[in-house]
């Protein structure tokens, strides 16, 4: 089962800033935060990733809690093309460790 | 951007029937997998595998599939005897070992077994 809890679903208007939360309470030290979005029924694209630093790279930005018991994902200026369904993962991908989906949080994004 | 290939894009086949999915992973990638969705569900994984062996599977990998990288650039999807609930878009991933240590997916193969 996934690690991790996400609203099922949130709205944001279009220019906004998206905050996306997540919830990993069992994340162990070695496992990285990972995010991936789906758009309608493509492949899972990713977005970002991090361990315990905040992250920020052309597409959005990672903030971790210092308990690393939490994250959000930052989306700072909504298009219409971000809607999507966004995963939020934990996984240790030192190893060979498959990632796990869970129903991740549907973003509609507002006109 | 390098891009994990899929084909073919849908594949329409009859209940019974043995199908073979394929998948072009990105070239020096060690680390592949299989997921399926089926319409309106989650991603599933199904199995993942290194070093020309699986190295572990989901209990839906049952003895129905089976993988394969038969040439060093392929890396195949097989189901033998294909079941209605077997109809699902199924993606392909892989992973570099070092490095970007996220996976690409590529866009998906939809099955439809009538």
């Known amino acids: 089962d996934a690690k991790t809890t996400q609203p099922p679903s949130m709205d944001c208007a279009e220019g906004r800033a998206a905050n996306l939360p997540c919830n990993h309470s069992t994340i162990s030290g070695n496992e990285y935060v990972y995010w991936y979005r789906q758009i309608h029924s493509q492949g899972p694209q990713y977005i970002i990733h991090g361990l315990k630093n905040n992250e920020t790279n052309e597409m959005a930005s990672l903030i971790i809690t210092e308990d690393r018991k939490s994250s959000t994902l930052i989306l700072p200026h909504a298009t219409l093309r971000d809607t999507a369904v966004y995963y939020c993962?934990?996984?240790?991908?030192?190893?060979?460790?498959?990632?796990?989906f869970g129903k991740g949080t549907r973003l509609h994004i507002l006109p | 951007e390098p891009e994990v290939t899929q084909t073919p894009s849908h594949q329409v086949t009859q209940m019974g029937q043995e199908v073979i999915l394929r998948c072009v992973p990105i070239?020096?990638?060690?680390?592949f997998y299989w997921y399926r969705q089926i319409l309106g569900q989650k991603v599933e994984f199904l199995v993942s595998f290194y070093n020309n062996e699986i190295s572990e599977k989901s209990e839906i990998f049952d003895d129905q599939f089976s993988v394969e990288r038969p040439d060093g650039s392929n890396f195949t999807l097989k189901i033998r005897s294909t079941k209605l609930e077997d109809s699902a878009m199924y993606f392909c991933?892989?992973?570099?070992?070092?490095?970007?240590?996220?996976?690409?997916f590529g866009q998906g193969t939809r099955l439809t077994v009538v």
């Open positions: 993962i934990v996984s240790d991908m030192n190893r060979d460790d498959k990632i796990i």
């Open positions: 991933a892989s992973r570099d070992s070092r490095g970007r240590r996220w996976a690409f």
């Open positions: 070239s020096n990638h060690l680390y």
